[in-house]
């Protein structure tokens, strides 16, 4: 059988693994992979500069989802597994120009203790009696999805979405509250709010099972708590390099965008602007809205409905400084920054903080968040500009005696990811039963990728993944 990647992020570098697993086991499996750009890796891509592990795109990846650390320990990369710091964990909201703490007992967006949401300075004495009334919140009649910001809005006001949801939800989506999902991004809340109208009282009640698991599991075995992000050593670079090392050179062409797919009686065509070559099957890794565009000829429909997920574009800035030239940075790993503060900035990562060993002794590494739904044209100013405007919101937001925006960096590292953060906007579960429906008459076709079933990297990992078994069976 004969196989096709397009797109070498994370998640066709894992269908090309699994592949390349299937082969080595004596499957008759044979495949290329076509990659636009001169590199593997897509959004994962990271350097090292002056020791300081500097990462352009993703710096790590949720540990409960077990994908990535499954095909990390494969690969022989378990000793580069690096936990967070989840000891200094603090995280911080911008409100006003001032850093307030995220409140003790917030679980998944939702406050579940009384105290330290009574005394937090990060909502008004209106927001925090609307908590409280939160627990007689009846449950919702509709069934039909609605966006973040209206499912948090109806529980907990709108301060709540600009304060909390909001800014968590950009971190990762470099999303729009108004926008996403509830049904997909908040799942469990929305199956909370089905069974006890009042989400506080659903996360109390969830946090009871979990507490009476653990305490059961810890009588049997102590384990400590895993933690919370994991990232490798050496940055995501690894990852990509010890995929790559896995594979048949021969396969990969990189600098190699595919143009054009069709069907033909016996299978695909695929056309680049150096040959046209037939296949048995097809794994689409491409993101959803160049997937949309190649499969517009095969089937209108279906490449309508890719072509309709939004994505959103984002900015990373890291740089390096010498930590004595700054004052005493807030402990904890950074700080995020609500839409309503004005701000270029959506998040910043005290990088040396949350992961340790990873930046010299003596140098504080900031790696800074732009872009996203809202700040799509941030993307056309300049790498001066835009570091510019990091240094001097950086100063605002934590006092020019902790940082100077005179103050040089060491070094400067920008990058642009455009469109490559792909937002599942109210309706997403219902597009992707059509776009099911509509793939199940394209026999050997397959998708994978960030547009889909989970924006992280252990999702893509697990897509890329399952596509290929499916194609091919079990590799062993
Ligand atoms: C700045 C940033 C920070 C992030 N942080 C985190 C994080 O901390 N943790 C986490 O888990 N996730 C994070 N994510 C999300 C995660 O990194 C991505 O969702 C994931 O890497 C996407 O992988 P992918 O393979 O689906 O797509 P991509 O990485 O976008 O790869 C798709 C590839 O397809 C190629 N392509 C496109 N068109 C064609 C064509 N016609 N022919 C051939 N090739 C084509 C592209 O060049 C690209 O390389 C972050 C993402 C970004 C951008």
């Known amino acids: 059988m004969r196989i096709a990647i397009i797109g070498g992020g994370i998640a066709g570098l894992a269908a090309a693994y699994e592949l390349q697993k299937s082969r080595a086991a004596g499957q008759p499996v044979e495949y290329t992979l076509y990659e636009t750009r001169p590199r593997l890796g897509g959004s994962l891509a990271s350097e090292v500069v002056a020791g300081a592990v500097l990462e352009a795109g993703p710096d790590s990846f949720l540990t409960e989802k077990p994908a990535a650390a499954e095909l990390c320990r494969e690969l022989g990369l378990g000793d580069a597994l690096l936990p967070s710091n989840d000891a200094a964990r603090k995280t911080w909201i911008v409100v006003k120009n001032r850093l307030v703490a995220l409140p003790d007992g917030l679980m998944f967006l939702i406050p579940t203790k009384l105290v330290p949401t009574a005394l937090t300075p990060l909502f008004s004495l209106r927001t925090k009696i609307r908590m409280g009334l939160e627990l007689l919140h009846p449950p919702r009649a509709s069934e039909g999805d609605e966006s973040v910001a209206a499912l948090v809005e109806r529980h907990y006001g709108a301060e709540a979405v600009d304060r909390l949801a909001d800014p ?118 491409a993101p959803a809205w160049a997937a949309g565009a190649m499969l517009s000829g095969v089937d209108a429909e279906l490449g309508a409905e890719l072509a309709a997920i939004p994505y959103s574009s984002s900015i990373t800035l890291n740089l390096i400084y010498d930590e004595s030239k700054l004052g005493t940075l807030p402990e904890g790993f950074g700080f995020l920054v609500p839409a309503s503060e004005g701000c270029a900035m959506l998040a910043c990562t005290f990088v040396h903080r949350k992961f340790l060993g990873r930046t010299p002794p003596g140098k504080a590494v900031f790696r800074a968040f732009l872009g996203g739904m809202r700040g799509e044209a941030m993307l056309a100013e300049s790498d001066e500009a835009l570091v510019a405007t990091v240094r001097r919101e950086l100063s605002q937001i934590l006092g020019k005696k902790v940082f100077d925006a005179a103050v040089e960096p060491e070094h400067v590292q920008v990058a642009r990811w455009r469109r490559a953060m792909a937002q599942y906007a109210v309706g997403h579960q219902e597009r992707m039963q059509r776009i099911r429906a509509r793939l199940a008459a394209l026999p050997g076709l397959r998708l994978a990728g960030n547009a889909y079933d989970g924006i992280g990297i252990p999702d893509c990992i697990r897509l890329g993944r399952q596509a290929a078994r499916e194609l091919t069976g079990p590799a062993s």
């Open 168 to 285: 968590l939800l950009s971190g990762i989506y470099g999303g729009d509250a108004t926008q996403l999902s509830a049904r997909t991004v908040l799942a469990r809340l929305v199956e909370m709010e089905k069974k006890y109208g009042s989400l506080t009282r659903g996360m109390l009640a969830a946090h009871k099972h979990m507490r009476e698991a653990a305490k059961n599991s810890a009588k049997t075995q102590k384990r400590a708590a895993p933690p919370i992000f994991t990232a490798l050593r050496g940055g995501m670079q690894q990852l990509v390099d010890a995929l790559e090392a896995t594979l048949d050179p021969a396969a990969i062409r990189t600098g190699t965008p595919v143009n054009k797919l069709e069907r033909t009686a016996s299978g695909w065509r695929i056309t680049t602007a150096a040959a046209a070559e037939q296949y048995d099957a097809i794994i689409m890794a």
